[in-house]
């Protein structure tokens, strides 16, 4: 099948309008929760909206990297990530159920009776920082930085489907290599806002990239997921090889480690400076309650996964590779629900419906809004100058 073949995408009504349902049923669901029990429902929905909206950020630094380092393999692959980065304007409207829920979800926002003379100063101390006003203004921010960056990467790239102007290759590459700063602090300042943020007293220097490497891997994950499904006439899986496959592999293969590495990082330093400001978040997911989720993580999220990606054979085989790609899909996750839920119930995990309401909620809204703007243009970049290099990649 000749990439001349290939048409604009007309399709994925029924898939849209399906994800559509589910996220406005699961929504609705949701503003009931927040109705009838308010402090876990809101806490669910920091869970689905910080998972989900991660994916949008990580969709956006994929591109970029990929632009910046004018890496040609992957170009049979750009389209999806395009739409999925481009697709992260939504969540600035999702993330209105957070700003309502404020006062339930951060503490710092009307800090509870009982603290400590030191943690009112501390509180105090940070006020020019943790303050509603700029916490929104902030979160804004994040999102039009990302939406504008996204949408004119995505604005070049199919503009060039039409016109084949090399220049447009040009124009991406730059607006990525000088965008990439930009979207490393709103990638990292996100972490530090949304869940960091959780617990005023308690700080570390890299959650942020802890953050990003979770999401980042979802994200080739879902990419690996995409390739699989779209599968036939005018989708970009048709066009997609074991060659392809094979590098999606070893990238999930990469940050699985490079996961583990950060998470490691981050407690051993708080583990050798033994400061009473940075030690509760561990102590708190080390004890009895929430000790088996810790070691889930360890074992589930890395150690497994690492040793089976490590095979050849099963990343060139793309339906072996998406089980894979599922099970990281279930424990990042699980890890949102690790970072959040421990501020809602210290003594062990619990057990809202919200959860999965939310969850359905944010990700069909999510995967609606994608679909709906593939709709319409070519599911593969045909006129990029670097097209045919694609297609006929092999492994070095």
């Known amino acids: 099948m000749s990439i001349a073949d290939v048409e604009k995408f007309q399709g994925g009504r ?4 399906r994800a559509g349902l ?23 929905y920091l869970v689905a909206f910080t998972y989900w909206a991660g994916i949008g950020f990580a969709s956006l630094v994929l591109l970029m990297i990929f632009h910046a380092f ?46 400590t003379e030191h943690e009112l100063h501390l509180l105090h101390h940070k006020a020019k920082y943790l303050n509603v006003t700029f916490f929104l203004v902030r979160t804004a921010l994040y999102f039009l930085i990302a ?41 990292a300042f996100a972490g530090f806002d949304w869940l960091m943020s959780l617990n005023p007293f308690w700080f570390s220097t890299i959650f942020g990239v802890y953050y990003f490497a979770g999401s980042f891997l979802t994200t080739l ?8 499904r779209a599968r036939g006439k ?10 392809h496959t094979h590098n999606l592999g070893k990238l999930m293969l990469a940050f699985t480690a490079f996961w583990a590495y950060i998470g490691f990082s981050q407690f051993m ?47 060139r085989r793309p339906l072996h590779l998406a089980k894979v790609a599922w099970w990281m899909v279930f424990v990042n996750l699980v890890d949102h629900y690790w970072l959040i839920i421990p501020t809602l119930s210290p003594s062990g995990p619990v057990f809202h419906w919200s959860l999965v309401t939310a969850f359905v909620g ?21 006129k990029d100058p670097f097209i045919d290099v694609s297609l006929r990649y092999r492994q070095p």
Not at 23 to 29: F, I, K, T
Not at 222 to 227: E, G, Q, R
Not at 234 to 243: A, C, R, W
Request: charge should be positive; avoid cysteine.
């Open 14 to 17: 029924a898939w849209m309008t």
């Open 22 to 44: 589910l996220g406005v049923v699961g929504l609705a669901a949701t503003l009931a929760g927040f109705a009838m029990n308010p402090k876990d429902s809101y806490f669910s």
């Open 70 to 115: 004018h890496a040609k393999w992957m170009t049979v692959l750009r389209r999806p990530i395009e739409v999925m980065a481009a697709s992260v304007v939504v969540f600035l409207l999702l993330f209105i159920p957070v700003a309502i829920g404020m006062k339930h979800i951060y503490m710092w926002v009307s800090p509870p009776a009982g603290l």
């Open 147 to 187: 939406g504008f960056i996204a949408n004119r990467l995505f604005g070049f790239s199919t503009k060039q489907d039409t016109t084949g102007e090399v220049a447009l290759t040009v124009r991406q590459r730059r607006l990525s290599a000088g965008g990439l700063p930009f979207m490393a602090i709103v990638f």
């Open 221 to 228: 994950s879902i990419i690996v997921l995409a390739t699989v």
């Open 234 to 243: 005018d989708l970009f899986g048709e066009y997609v090889t074991p060659e």
């Open 269 to 315: 330093l708080i583990w050798i400076a033994n400061l009473p400001e940075e030690i509760p978040f561990f102590t708190v997911r080390m004890n009895a309650g929430w000790a088996p989720v810790s070691i889930f993580l360890i074992v589930g999220h890395f150690a497994i996964p690492f040793v089976i990606l490590l095979f050849k054979n099963l990343k």
């Open 362 to 382: 944010v990700g069909g809204l999510a995967v609606a809004a994608t679909i709906w703007r593939i709709r319409g243009h070519f599911t593969v970049p045909v």
